[in-house]
């Protein structure tokens, strides 16, 4: 069974970091591409970042370019998102996704995943 579990979320000041966790089973995890997206209250889920299966390709979001990394350890089929420098505007749910039959790409379009973590919610304090 394909399943995406994730972790790391909560409160967290203006200024401070939080790390991300996303953990995949059921598919072997160096053949697929995964991602991050975000979601806040009345508002389309939007493109974070995305690592290619080699982590060979990697896209960031204009809006945490510099403040966001993307990384991923196939030996424990694990995905992180280290957010640095957060802001406000950040808040929202952070899902990660899953692309099967991946390219060495990365993935920028909601379509192009085929199963997604549960949602965890991240929230920024001014």
């Known amino acids: 069974q394909v399943q995406l579990v994730e972790s790391g979320g909560g409160s967290v000041q203006a200024g401070g970091s939080l790390r991300l966790s996303c953990a995949a089973s059921g598919w072997p995890f160096s053949r697929i591409a995964m991602g991050w997206f975000r979601q806040a209250p009345g508002k389309e889920r939007e493109f974070v970042t995305s690592v290619s299966r080699s982590s060979g390709n990697i896209e960031y979001a204009d809006s945490v370019k510099g403040r966001f990394i993307i990384y991923r350890d196939n030996a424990k089929s694990t995905v992180y998102l280290q957010m640095n420098s957060l802001k406000p505007e950040d808040t929202a749910v952070y899902y990660c996704?899953?692309?099967?039959?991946?390219?060495?790409?990365?993935?920028?379009?909601?379509?192009?995943?085929?199963?997604w973590g549960q949602g965890t919610q991240v929230t920024v304090s001014s």
């Open positions: 996704a899953f692309r099967l039959r991946s390219g060495d790409d990365f993935y920028i379009r909601t379509d192009d995943y085929d199963y």
